[in-house]
């Protein structure tokens, strides 16, 4: 019986170190789900603005209520078209001339399933977050092999990713709460 139990404690150790860094809740599930919120409350589904991390930088989000948050980052060659536009409230063209005419190399764009905070590994039976810089795509389905990276790098990427896009969160509420 104390062998069966304590079998049984370490392979729940096991389970829970190997599990402990996906468990984690990402930096940006809060700023995720404070803003859908915020959206939904004003009646929006995009919000845009400059980004204060760097020059010629904007940031948008176009809101699916109750499905997904598709965020988008990158420079724009024509910033001075992007400022008039947020001046404007035309947050929608942002978030379509960021998507078709941003900056080469530039792009961060974030595919946050369920508004929740950009995830390492997906829930059974669920899709999945993802992410795309600077033209490469990383799917945080749990399946770093299939991507041909190491699961190290697969951390990696996500630490990185969920830091730029609760970033990315922050100053659109910021610019939502300006009005």
Same mark, same amino acid.
């Given at each position: 019986?104390? %062998? *069966?139990?304590?079998?049984?404690?370490?392979? *729940?150790?096991?389970?829970?170190? #190997?599990?402990?860094?996906? /468990?984690?809740?990402?930096? #940006?599930?809060?700023?995720?789900?404070? !803003?859908? =919120?915020?959206?939904?409350? /004003?009646? !929006?589904?995009?919000? =845009? @603005?400059?980004?204060?991390?760097?020059?010629? @930088?904007?940031?948008? %989000?176009?809101?699916?209520?109750?499905?997904?948050?598709?965020?988008?980052? =990158?420079?724009? #060659?024509?910033?001075? !078209?992007?400022?008039?536009?947020?001046?404007?409230?035309?947050?929608?063209?942002?978030?379509?001339? !960021?998507? #078709?005419? =941003?900056?080469?190399?530039?792009? %961060?764009? %974030?595919?946050?399933?369920? &508004?929740?905070?950009?995830?390492?590994?997906?829930?059974?039976?669920?899709?999945?977050?993802?992410?795309? @810089?600077?033209?490469?795509? @990383?799917?945080?389905?749990?399946?770093?092999?299939?991507?041909?990276?190491?699961?190290?790098?697969?951390?990696?990427?996500?630490?990185? /990713?969920?830091?730029?896009?609760?970033? &990315?969160?922050?100053?659109?509420?910021?610019?939502?709460?300006?009005?």
């Amino acid at each position: 019986m104390k %062998v *069966l139990a304590r079998e049984a404690l370490v392979a *729940l150790c096991v389970i829970g170190w #190997s599990g402990g860094a996906y /468990a984690q809740e990402p930096k #940006s599930a809060a700023l995720a789900k404070e !803003l859908a =919120a915020a959206l939904t409350a /004003a009646k !929006l589904d995009t919000i =845009a @603005t400059k980004d204060p991390a760097g020059a010629d @930088t904007f940031i948008a %989000v176009l809101y699916i209520p109750g499905f997904q948050l598709l965020t988008i980052g =990158a420079k724009y #060659s024509a910033p001075q !078209l992007l400022d008039a536009r947020i001046g404007k409230k035309e947050y929608r063209e942002v978030y379509i001339d !960021l998507q #078709s005419s =941003a900056s080469p190399g530039t792009k %961060v764009f %974030v595919e946050d399933l369920g &508004m929740d905070g950009l995830r390492a590994k997906k829930e059974d039976n669920q899709g999945f977050d993802a992410v795309e @810089t600077s033209g490469k795509r @990383t799917m945080f389905d749990n399946e770093w092999r299939k991507q041909q990276i190491t699961e190290p790098e697969y951390m990696k990427i996500h630490a990185a /990713a969920d830091e730029r896009y609760s970033q &990315m969160l922050a100053a659109l509420l910021a610019q939502l709460k300006k009005g």
